[in-house]
């Protein structure tokens, strides 16, 4: 059985409309633009990945780019 993606973490900016996105597997999504009102709905959801998949993944408003916090941890060195 596969393990569950869970949403760990999430970041968003108000002014630039990026929203990042991080799961427990390491990957990472950052998504934009994202109206402030979809990130309000997004922390009142009680399962944040299942609202990702739904609300951001398909739609054609929102560019996405995977990106990994192995990556990320190696630039911040």
């Known amino acids: 059985m596969d393990k569950a ?3 760990t973490s999430w970041k968003y900016d108000v002014s630039s409309r990026y929203l990042k996105i991080f799961y427990n597997n390491g990957s990472g999504e ?3 633009p994202v109206p402030e ?3 309000d709905n997004l922390l009142r959801s009680t399962d944040k990945a299942a609202f ?3 609300y951001l ?3 054609l408003h929102f560019k ?3 990106i990994s916090t192995t ?3 190696t630039a911040l060195l």
Request: glycine content about 0%.
């Open 5 to 7: 993606v869970v949403v």
């Open 30 to 32: 950052l998504y934009h």
């Open 37 to 39: 009102f979809i990130y």
């Open 52 to 54: 990702v998949h739904k």
């Open 57 to 59: 993944e398909f739609d």
């Open 64 to 66: 996405r780019l995977c």
């Open 71 to 73: 990556q990320q941890k």
